[in-house]
């Protein structure tokens, strides 16, 4: 459990997933209750009439249109893309540019192209740690201990 400060009143609160305590979050739940009654009474009113008459901070108001929490279908009430700056009814970003951050996000998930094998016999110097038996195919081993290798070369030549 992590405490933290709220950032709206300063008192000290066992942090969950948002930066304002318990209290703070029933009072912003009320006031975007508030908020959503009077745009049911009041569909065309642009947000400062909204936070004028509902005593809410327009910039709580514009938050909750880049959550979507809050939707317009009215030019009034518009939040602005994050990317363009084109007016959008909620959200971060404008339909075009949504589908252009998909796009290059796809582009940059595909995986990377698989590294050759090198050619069996040959030793490419990459830096990375191979198995004899991977690098020079199963037919060429490297003998681990050369030098015993070539003692019992010795050692049977002298017994023949």
């Not at 305590?21 to 009320?30: D, L, Q, S, T, W």
Request: proline share 8%; charged share 35%; with cysteine.
């Amino acid at each position: 459990m992590e405490l933290r400060n709220c950032i709206r009143c300063g008192k000290l609160f066992a942090y969950v997933n948002k930066p304002i305590c318990p209290e703070c979050v029933r009072k912003e739940e009320e006031d975007f209750e508030r908020v959503r009654r009077y745009l049911r009474e009041n569909p065309r009113a642009t947000v400062m009439e909204v936070a004028e008459a509902t005593e809410v901070d327009q910039h709580l108001i514009q938050q909750w249109l880049r959550e979507g929490r809050l939707i317009s279908t009215e030019f009034h009430l518009m939040t602005e893309c994050e990317r363009c700056g084109r007016p959008i009814p909620g959200g971060r970003y404008c339909k075009q540019c949504a589908e252009e951050l998909g796009r290059e996000l796809q582009g940059s998930a595909r995986p990377a192209p698989a590294a050759p094998e090198p050619e069996p016999g040959k030793i490419k110097q990459t830096g990375r740690m191979y198995t004899a038996e991977r690098m020079l195919g199963e037919r060429e081993r490297i003998p681990l201990n050369p030098e015993k290798k070539s003692a019992d070369k010795d050692r049977s030549s002298k017994e023949g």
